[in-house]
């Protein structure tokens, strides 16, 4: 919950976010139902007085998460919205298995299952990112199913319409699927393309809403919300710059496909532990990826496995954060469930091969408690987050400045009634020059300093010493009131 973006979208909290030294952010622009925003969600339905979202960002649409709103509007529990994702989770596992066995491939069907239901990506990155997730899901499966058993044009471009309309980052799962539709010579059939169209526009109408309300606003916030940043993102993953993000190495691949959880070990600096998905799941997986060209005469199999290889690549390069890999995880499972398909025929004990891969990353699924339980980060885990709450309630906290961007939101989840004002806006404008500014609007409340998880253009980590000289050279006290070891500090403003 305290990654600040994601509860956002199936919350109504309405965090204020300080845009810059001379402006907060725009005040959003209304027609009739439309709201639109410069912070998440982006764009958003008002109907009578409840409002759902419809734009999360440029590039995120907002209606996968209409479901996990309404749970949270019953029952106003992060936990509880959590529990309803896995849950979700298990209804497409259901899903993809009766797509399979209905065209008659049950080794294909439970397959498939098997290994979504034991993967770490899959269950985590449901109950962490919710709508989004299943619907990317959602949609490669399904026009993977389309592609394979030539159904017709109307749920090519329905599936397209729930992938592009969760967010556009699909393009990369899309793309390579094209390119060997091409090759293979695999099109599906011409039914249905006249509403085929009319429902992906209706599902893209979200995003279209959002990209033309916008342009009445004058805004304020720098951030990853907007296409221009995302843009010199990809430009910079394909001129292979070294200034990415930690969490954005090519390397991902190797760790996706063996064991996630090194990548938190690396971004966090935990201590390495002994992942069986390093040395079993990926050895396994290399040696089957042996076996496929055995059986070359299944033309579902050597197209999903080019189609599986391509999508990875692709992202490896353009888009290398861990959670867009497990948006083609389900052809990864039906890769998978197709070669044990091929083996079954050849020899039925053969399939048992599976069987590594499914023990390594159960294992490993267990054990990540332990791995995230070493995360120092204030705002990760929720016994910190309970800690946060009482500190400032202990304190008789009104009025908090924050600066750093895995905060917000949270505040608004653990003391609601305390005035929150997140300055990632100001920082990611000016940086270190917009602390003057911050100090001045901290005066009179208090101020609070977190250790970041990774660096990020929205923090900020100034020093005791350095607040109390810029505060003095503005004619204020700051006083440190409390702190974490090397994780928190919590100042009081005042004037001298």
């Known amino acids: 919950m305290g990654w600040g973006e994601t509860p956002d979208v199936w919350s109504e909290i309405d965090p204020v976010v300080w845009g810059n030294a001379a402006n907060s952010p725009s005040s959003g622009s209304v027609w009739g139902p439309f709201i639109a925003n410069e912070t998440r969600p982006q764009e958003q339905l008002r109907l009578g007085s409840y409002t759902l979202p419809l734009a999360m960002n440029q590039y995120t649409g907002g209606v996968w998460d209409w479901p996990s709103r309404i749970v949270y509007s019953i029952y106003p529990s992060p936990m509880a919205v959590r529990i309803f994702h896995i849950l979700l989770g298990g209804v497409f596992i259901g899903?993809?298995?009766?797509?399979?066995?209905?065209?008659?491939?049950?080794?294909?069907?439970?397959?498939?299952?098997?290994?979504?239901?034991?993967?770490?990506?899959?269950?985590?990155?449901?109950?962490?990112?919710?709508?989004?997730?299943?619907?990317?899901?959602?949609?490669?499966?399904?026009?993977?199913?389309?592609?394979?058993?030539?159904?017709?044009?109307?749920?090519?471009?329905?599936?397209?319409?729930?992938?592009?309309?969760?967010?556009?980052?699909?393009?990369?799962?899309?793309?390579?699927?094209?390119?060997?539709?091409?090759?293979?010579?695999?099109?599906?059939?011409?039914?249905?393309?006249?509403?085929?169209?009319?429902?992906?526009?209706?599902?893209?109408?979200?995003?279209?809403?959002?990209?033309?309300?916008?342009?009445?606003?004058?805004?304020?916030?720098?951030?990853?919300?907007?296409?221009?940043?995302?843009?010199?993102?990809?430009?910079?993953?394909?001129?292979?710059?070294?200034?990415?993000?930690?969490?954005?190495?090519?390397?991902?691949?190797?760790?996706?496909?063996?064991?996630?959880?090194?990548?938190?070990?690396?971004?966090?600096?935990?201590?390495?532990?002994?992942?069986?998905?390093?040395?079993?799941?990926?050895?396994?997986?290399?040696?089957?990826?042996?076996?496929?060209?055995?059986?070359?005469?299944?033309?579902?199999?050597?197209?999903?496995?080019?189609?599986?290889?391509?999508?990875?690549?692709?992202?490896?390069?353009?888009?290398?954060?861990?959670?867009?890999?497990?948006m083609v995880l389900p052809v990864f499972a039906v890769t998978l469930g197709l070669l044990l398909q091929s083996l079954w025929t050849y020899k039925p004990w053969l399939i048992l091969c599976v069987l590594p891969i499914t023990l390594a990353s159960s294992s490993d699924m267990l054990r990540s408690d332990a791995t995230f339980s070493q995360i120092l980060v204030p705002t990760f885990r929720s016994h910190d987050q309970r800690a946060l709450q009482e500190l400032l309630r202990s304190h008789n906290v009104e009025r908090l400045i924050t600066m750093d961007y895995e905060i917000y939101g949270l505040i608004e989840h653990i003391a609601p009634e305390i005035e929150s004002i997140h300055a990632w806006g100001v920082i990611s404008h000016k940086r270190k020059r917009a602390l003057a500014g911050i100090l001045s609007e901290a005066n009179g409340g208090h101020l609070i300093v977190l250790m970041p998880s990774m660096p990020m253009i929205y923090n900020l980590r100034p020093s005791g010493v350095q607040l109390q000289k810029e505060g003095k050279e503005l004619g204020l006290r700051v006083t440190e009131i409390d702190s974490w070891d090397d994780r928190l500090w919590l100042y009081r403003v005042d004037t001298l």
């Not at 017709?152 to 899309?174: E, I």
């Not at 090759?183 to 393309?193: A, E, L, Q, T, V």
């Not at 299944?298 to 690549?313: E, G, H, K, P, R």
């Open 95 to 326: 899903w993809i298995a009766w797509l399979f066995k209905r065209e008659r491939q049950n080794i294909v069907a439970y397959g498939c299952a098997l290994v979504l239901a034991t993967d770490w990506s899959f269950t985590f990155y449901k109950q962490a990112l919710g709508g989004t997730e299943i619907a990317l899901q959602v949609a490669i499966a399904g026009l993977l199913w389309v592609v394979l058993y030539r159904k017709s044009l109307f749920y090519f471009l329905l599936f397209l319409g729930v992938g592009f309309h969760a967010k556009f980052p699909f393009l990369f799962a899309v793309l390579p699927l094209l390119f060997w539709m091409l090759i293979f010579k695999r099109w599906p059939s011409k039914d249905g393309f006249q509403k085929g169209l009319l429902a992906f526009l209706v599902l893209l109408s979200p995003l279209l809403i959002s990209w033309i309300h916008h342009g009445q606003l004058n805004g304020h916030i720098r951030s990853h919300d907007t296409f221009s940043m995302q843009w010199k993102r990809v430009q910079a993953a394909f001129s292979f710059s070294s200034q990415a993000s930690i969490r954005e190495n090519s390397s991902n691949l190797l760790l996706w496909l063996g064991a996630p959880m090194q990548f938190y070990e690396q971004i966090y600096d935990l201590k390495p532990q002994a992942w069986l998905g390093s040395w079993i799941r990926l050895p396994t997986l290399a040696l089957l990826s042996l076996v496929v060209p055995f059986f070359r005469r299944n033309n579902d199999l050597v197209f999903c496995t080019a189609v599986l290889i391509s999508q990875l690549l692709l992202i490896a390069v353009a888009a290398k954060d861990m959670h867009h890999f497990a």
